[in-house]
């Protein structure tokens, strides 16, 4: 079983950054690629990045292609999101989650072990 917490959320205007971390339990980052998702009121969740634990890959959504990067330490067993020029339309809660076979992938049905979400808040 793998636990995921993340944090880091919090309020921020618009244009500017936060980082978001993911810390997991057991063999987390040699076993599962790490992904972001975000789900806002109202919407589906949806794919933000993630990184592969088994080849050198990341994988972005093209609304935050640019302004977003996931990275992961391995000795912490933790993953980041490092997320700047934020817009309004970021606002979410945002979810650290770990896939089943470590390649890595934007498709939810891929990842097998989630965190409970942090809120991030984007005023204009």
């Known amino acids: 079983q793998v636990q995921l917490v993340e944090s880091g959320g919090g309020w921020v205007q618009a244009g500017g950054s936060l980082r978001l971390s993911c810390t997991g339990s057991?063999?987390?980052?040699?076993?599962?690629?790490m992904g972001w998702f975000r789900q806002a009121p109202g919407k589906e969740r949806e794919f933000v990045a993630a990184?592969?634990?088994?080849?050198?890959?990341?994988y972005y959504a093209d609304s935050v292609k640019g302004r977003f990067t996931i990275s992961s330490d391995e000795a912490k067993n933790t993953a980041y999101l490092q997320m700047n020029s934020l817009k309004p339309e970021d606002t979410a809660v945002y979810y650290c989650?770990?896939?089943?076979?470590?390649?890595?992938?934007?498709?939810?049905?891929?990842?097998?072990?989630w965190g409970q979400g942090t809120q991030v808040t984007v005023s204009s």
């Open positions: 057991g063999r987390t980052f040699s076993d599962h690629a």
């Open positions: 990184i592969s634990s088994t080849i050198d890959m990341t």
């Open positions: 989650a770990a896939d089943a076979y470590g390649l890595g992938s934007s498709d939810i049905v891929d990842y097998e072990f």
